[in-house]
């Protein structure tokens, strides 16, 4: 189709037609050029404490300035947050609040609170906005203030290649540690294999300290077997870290969205999940149990 482009962010790959939202909602065609639609448009602005993204290893007791947008690249039947990640512009309500204005926001709180290290992007999917945690990133590194990623992963290396050291800290969702998981996410082909990619490449930086976390959905990606290949594998992956640095989160769903045919998972399940992961990794942690 003429004036037609290809976006290349995530394994989607999503080709649009001169002025079509991408399948996130949060990129689009503008005159033949992909652009993010959800640049510096918040959702969500609120001071978290860093062990709710979870962060249980990097600057604790610390809080971060927490920025959502709108739009994501996957489709969880069960997300948690779908009001704002399935939404694009015109189904949510934000506003504008640019990368010198989020900085403010943060060094402000700083001053009112000197327990505030730095800024989280957060809450919908950050990277279909890419630009836009770029952008903040740079502003908030010159400030003194640190960066918080927290992330489905599911990018393309061009997307880390613009935030190369940017993020100081990040925590990365392994949904599943299959195939057909990512397929019912509404990935694009590739998808867990992308992810791993991005994971292994974060974990051999060292300037950004990273953890992991999976939703335990019952039924889906509970089986011993599945956590204990990803936790076996995070525990053998290159570039220095593996089993003594990288956190892994193990954390209870509960039904929401698309998946409310079932219960949350069993705490008992979650716990023994946990103790699977620990026969590779030193550092495991339950959530929202
Ligand atoms: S980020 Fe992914 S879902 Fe969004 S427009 Fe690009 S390829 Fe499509």
Redesign the pocket.
């Known amino acids: 189709m003429s004036g037609s482009t290809?976006?290349?962010?995530?394994?989607?790959?999503?080709r649009?037609a001169p002025g079509a939202?991408?399948?996130?909602?949060?990129?689009?065609n503008e005159g033949g050029r992909?652009v993010a639609d959800g640049y510096g448009r918040a959702t969500s602005l609120a001071l978290d404490p860093i062990g709710k993204k979870p962060l249980a290893r990097f600057m604790p007791g610390t809080l971060v300035v927490s920025v959502g947008g709108y739009?994501?690249?996957l489709s969880c039947p069960f997300c948690q947050n779908a009001e704002i990640s399935q939404a694009g512009a015109r189904d949510v309500s934000w506003r504008a609040v640019s990368p010198d204005e989020l900085v403010a926001i943060a060094l402000d709180a700083r001053s009112r609170d000197p327990r505030v290290s730095g800024i989280a992007y957060t809450y919908n999917e950050p990277?279909?906005a890419w630009e836009y945690v770029r952008d903040c990133a740079r502003l908030a590194h010159d400030a003194g203030l640190v960066n918080v990623l927290v992330s489905n992963g599911?990018?393309g290396d061009a997307v880390l290649d613009g935030l190369e050291g940017l993020v100081d800290a990040a925590n990365i969702d392994l949904k599943g540690f299959t195939d057909g998981f990512y397929d019912a996410c509404g990935a694009?082909p590739g998808a867990l294999e992308r992810v791993k990619a991005v994971i292994e490449r974060l974990a051999a930086d060292p300037g950004c300290h990273l953890e992991v976390t999976t939703l335990v959905v019952p039924g889906m990606n509970d089986a011993d077997d599945e956590i204990d290949a990803a936790a076996r594998w995070l525990a053998a992956l290159d570039g220095g870290c593996g089993r003594d640095t990288i956190a892994y989160h193990v954390t209870r769903f509960f039904p929401r969205w698309r998946l409310t045919d079932r219960g949350p998972t069993p705490v008992e399940t979650v716990y023994r999940l946990a103790d699977v992961a620990r026969r590779h990794l030193a550092h495991v942690f339950t959530g929202n149990c």
């Open positions: 290809v976006c290349t962010v995530c394994p989607r790959r999503c649009l939202l991408g399948a996130c909602r949060a990129r689009r992909v739009g994501c690249n990277l279909v599911c990018v694009g």
